[in-house]
């Protein structure tokens, strides 16, 4: 069954620094986001990007953060600067269509755990 | 506005039993869905409940909802050790372009 990938798994950066996390989605997918998980919280959505462009994103999402699907395949989530409240994980999802009004559920990446230290 | 909030937050039962884990949710939606984590991996899609469905079946998972009152119930019956996972409601609030998720229900099924 095809699947979503993040690369890489686990991610340790100084604060400060730019990070870019990697995904791949499932190839006849249209719809990508990216969500968060501060250890034992809850997933917070940051972004969802349709058609090389950003269809919503959410207060966390500023403009620090950016997202780009630089090819055919991959879908990144740049991070500019790092924060220690950066550290969580991000997991990158994907789905067949739009969300709202239809059935297309999405399927996640197992995520990176980024640790900004 | 918060979406998808679950209660309880941690539920403990034993082999065999129904867990009930159920969500709350404030604004209109066009469907609602479960989705399961296991620890440390990514969410899985479990079922998904349109606004205009009361109640849902999957093998041993039962999804009710109630628009009225903005919230969802999720069953597990005749649960199994495996089930230990964290569950998260996720609603669309109406957009379509994300879902919402919430805290989820931590569940634990001793064998």
């Known amino acids: 069954e095809p699947e979503v990938t993040q690369t890489p798994s686990h991610q340790v950066t100084q604060m400060g620094q730019e990070v870019i996390l990697r995904c791949v989605p499932i190839s006849n997918h249209l719809y990508f986001y990216w969500y968060r998980q501060i250890l034992g919280q809850k997933v917070e959505f940051l972004v969802s990007f349709y058609n090389n462009e950003i269809s919503e994103k959410s207060e966390i999402f500023d403009d620090q953060f950016s997202v780009e699907r630089p090819d055919g395949s991959n879908f990144t989530l740049k991070i500019r600067s790092t924060k220690l409240e950066d550290s969580a994980m991000y997991f990158c999802?994907?789905?067949?269509?739009?969300?709202?009004?239809?059935?297309?559920?999405?399927?996640f990446g197992n995520g990176t755990r980024l640790t900004v230290t | 506005s918060q979406q998808g909030e679950e209660d309880p937050q941690a539920l403990s039962i034993q082999e065999g039993e129904n867990a009930t884990m159920n969500c709350s949710y404030k604004?209109?939606?066009?469907?609602l869905q479960w989705y399961r984590q296991n620890s440390g991996r990514g969410l899985v899609h479990l079922i998904l409940?349109?606004?205009?469905?009361r109640e849902k079946h999957s093998g041993r998972l039962r999804v009710t909802l109630d628009t009225s009152k903005k919230s969802s119930s999720l069953l597990i019956t005749a649960s199994r050790a495996a089930d230990t996972a964290s569950y998260f409601c996720a609603t669309d609030g109406g957009q379509g372009f994300s879902f919402i998720f919430g805290k989820g229900t931590r569940l634990l099924v001793k064998p």
């Open positions: 604004t209109s939606i066009n469907n």
């Open positions: 409940i349109r606004s205009n469905e």
């Open positions: 999802a994907s789905s067949e269509i739009r969300t709202g009004g239809s059935n297309s559920p999405l399927h």
